[in-house]
């Protein structure tokens, strides 16, 4: 008791203020509600509040899988925009908790350090995605040349600038509640930048990567609320009261059939399964290509099993299509911890939702809980079972050696060719 004591002494604090303060440092509940647009508010008057809720969410879904669609139809480059702006937004929405939380304290520079540090974060991965994949625009104006040799550099001294700032801002009676914030600002730039981060690296490999993934999420919280409000009776999680198993499975199911169907139809497009990758010279993005194996038909036989079932003994599929699989099961099994997770998160701090930005759906984040965890896994999986070596990327490499540099790895690579055979083969041919 006396450590106790001793240590609250050294934030400015008595006994008696530590035992006033509830868990959220001394300030009350954070509170957020749904601000209903009027008209839906009149229009639903006479409906039960567990209806009016479903139309609400509802007609909002609907409103958002149009915008979907919208950005899609306007390229890559509008859906890198969006993802940005989506950061920005979930970003804001955590801070602004922590900022409601220890409002009382009036902690010195706590959201201008907490947007620096977006800054600097945005920096080095943005900047490393435009080295990576605009090397030629890169190598051919010289301060973005410059930038891209020293950027690592530069993205740690600014990070410096603001740990230094930080230091400075340091008040003896707020130090544990301003470290407890330093804290709250780096976790979330690790949770919401880093993942936004892959969502768009899972972008330049395909759109199809992109839309396929998000979709699965988008159907599986959909089909989960539809089976839940209509056959729902047995509670799946305790962070979620109104998460049930029959939602949990039926979501399952259905997201997986979807996520087969979806791919089907979207493998037939190049404008989807192409990689996206920058023309230097019409200074424009390009998504066309010769499709790879993963979206070429091919005949798979049919389990004798299932024969007798489906009365088929060979099926024509896309190679996509299995590994679309995947992604659905993740997005039903594993996608919805990230919910669980951000409903945990909003219990300790007693709120209903992030923010009251979407009408029955709460705050952009509130949205984007699971797709941040789905982007993770995406980025993971196709580092490891579809992406292989660039040559197109190998090659802008190597025209930006010295001649000599260049010279030698060509002598290399055709004593390599020679011991192999491929060379001289080429040279009979």
């Known amino acids: ?52 809720n479903w139309w609400v969410r509802g007609i909002l879904t609907l409103a958002m899988i149009t915008f979907f669609f919208i950005i899609i139809y306007l390229g890559p480059m509008v859906l890198m925009t969006i993802v940005m702006c989506v950061q920005i937004k979930c970003f804001h929405e955590i801070i602004t908790i922590g900022y409601n939380v220890y409002h009382s304290y009036d902690l010195p520079w706590f959201r201008t350090l907490s947007w620096y540090f977006l800054l600097c974060v945005n920096y080095f991965f943005y900047g490393e995605t435009v080295t990576d994949y605009f090397f030629t625009l890169v190598q051919r104006e010289e301060p973005l040349r410059i930038l891209s040799k020293y950027h690592r550099f530069i993205s740690f001294a600014l990070y410096l600038t603001g740990f230094c700032m930080f230091v400075l801002s340091l008040v003896k009676k707020h130090y544990r509640l301003q470290f407890y914030m330093f804290g709250w600002t780096h976790v979330t730039l690790l949770i919401v930048v880093t993942q936004s981060h892959l969502i768009i690296h899972n972008l330049f490999e395909g759109m199809i990567w992109f839309i396929v993934p998000i979709s699965c999420v988008i159907c599986n919280d959909i089909m989960a609320y539809m089976f839940g409000f209509f056959f729902g009776r047995t509670p799946l999680i305790k962070l979620s009261p109104k998460k049930t198993w029959e939602g949990f499975i039926g979501g399952f199911f259905s997201t997986v059939l979807f996520g087969l169907l979806l791919s089907y139809v979207m493998s037939g497009y190049r ?123 190998l090659i802008q490499q190597f025209l930006t050696l010295r001649p000599d540099q260049q010279l030698h790895i060509f002598n290399t690579l055709k004593a390599h060719l020679v011991d192999r055979g491929i060379l001289g083969s080429l040279e009979d041919a």
């Open 1 to 52: 008791l006396q450590e106790s004591e001793s240590e609250n002494k050294l934030d400015g604090e008595t006994a008696s203020d530590s035992e006033s303060k509830s868990d959220f440092g001394g300030s009350s509940p954070v509170l957020t509600s749904d601000d209903t647009p009027e008209v839906l508010n009149r229009a639903l008057s006479n409906l039960s509040s567990r209806w009016k």
């Open 271 to 393: 404008c989807f399964t192409c990689p996206v990758e920058f023309n230097s010279d019409t200074n424009s993005f390009t998504v066309d290509c010769e499709p790879s194996e993963l979206f070429q038909l091919q005949e798979y036989n049919i389990p004798v099993v299932l024969q007798s079932v489906v009365g088929w003994k060979t099926v024509r599929m896309y190679p996509f299509q299995i590994h679309s699989i995947a992604l659905s099961t993740f997005a039903s099994l594993i996608g919805p911890f990230g919910g669980f997770f951000a409903s945990g998160f909003k219990r300790a701090f007693k709120i209903k939702d992030f923010a009251n930005t979407i009408p029955g759906h709460g705050g952009i984040m509130d949205r984007f809980d699971c797709q941040y965890l789905m982007a993770t896994f995406v980025n993971v999986y196709i580092a490891s079972f579809i992406r292989g070596p660039n040559p197109s990327k």
